[in-house]
């Protein structure tokens, strides 16, 4: 991280987890909307009593030190901006993910298979039983089923490439990544087949829902293929 200099306009762009693994993959960005935030900002530094009057109230919020941005919304635009009550908004939609947004796989000790973790994804504004439409950047070495156990149906899961198929999934050693889309499910359940992965590896999913923010979750998944 580092502080941009604020005495000048600075527009500083740069690409998220989510847009390298697109951009890795040969897709396009799809950049389709756009979030303000104020991290960093110290809003106990208005003054209403500054000698020179109004206009120099916020003076020392402006004059601070400009973050500069980083890929990762646990750092950065922790808190943004909603604009309550403009242009007659009334709510503004947007996924979270109860499981936080980086959740590891994590290798059972003196077992050469996984611990698997459930992805659940909830809607601001609640929405009673809301479903969501899942990416997974890279299902080489995984399986996915919905939260309970039960079978993601053929019609809910497409598998890009390389002719696999919900019941026949990628290993671990295929050469290339292979992308899964899983749509109108609550919640997923993902785990490693066993034995399969020689090596740590981290992957993204992209959460979506018609009207909604969309969220990203970087999964990461530990090497399997030892008892040690």
């Known amino acids: 991280m580092g502080i941009l ?17 697109k951009l890795a993959n040969g897709e396009p960005l799809g950049i389709s909307q756009y979030a303000f935030g104020d991290t960093g900002v ?84 609640s929405v009673q039983g809301a479903r969501f439409d899942f990416k997974i950047l890279d299902m080489r070495g995984l399986t996915v089923t919905q939260a309970n156990g039960n079978a993601i149906g053929d019609n809910n899961f497409q598998i890009q490439g390389g002719g696999f198929s919900r019941t026949n999934l990628p290993p671990f050693d295929h050469p290339d990544p292979i992308i899964a889309n899983i749509s109108n499910v609550r919640a997923i359940l ?7 992965i020689t090596s740590q590896r981290s992957i993204g999913i992209e959460i979506s829902r018609d009207g909604a923010a969309s969220a990203f979750v970087t999964l990461t998944i530990e090497a399997n293929n030892t008892t040690a």
């Open 5 to 21: 200099d604020n005495d000048t306009v600075i527009v500083d762009a740069i690409l998220t987890k989510l847009g390298r693994q």
């Open 42 to 125: 110290d809003y106990t530094l208005y003054n209403a009593d500054h000698p020179s009057g109004s206009s120099a109230y916020g003076t020392a919020i402006t004059s601070l030190p400009m973050l500069e941005a980083v890929p990762d919304d646990n750092v950065f635009l922790r808190f943004k901006l909603y604009g309550e009550g403009e242009r007659n908004v009334q709510n503004f939609s947007f996924i979270t993910v109860t499981s936080g947004t980086s959740v590891t796989i994590s290798k059972i000790a003196g077992e050469t298979e996984s611990n698997p973790v459930t992805i659940l994804p909830t809607i601001f504004p």
């Open 190 to 196: 993902v785990n490693a087949l066993p034995q399969q």
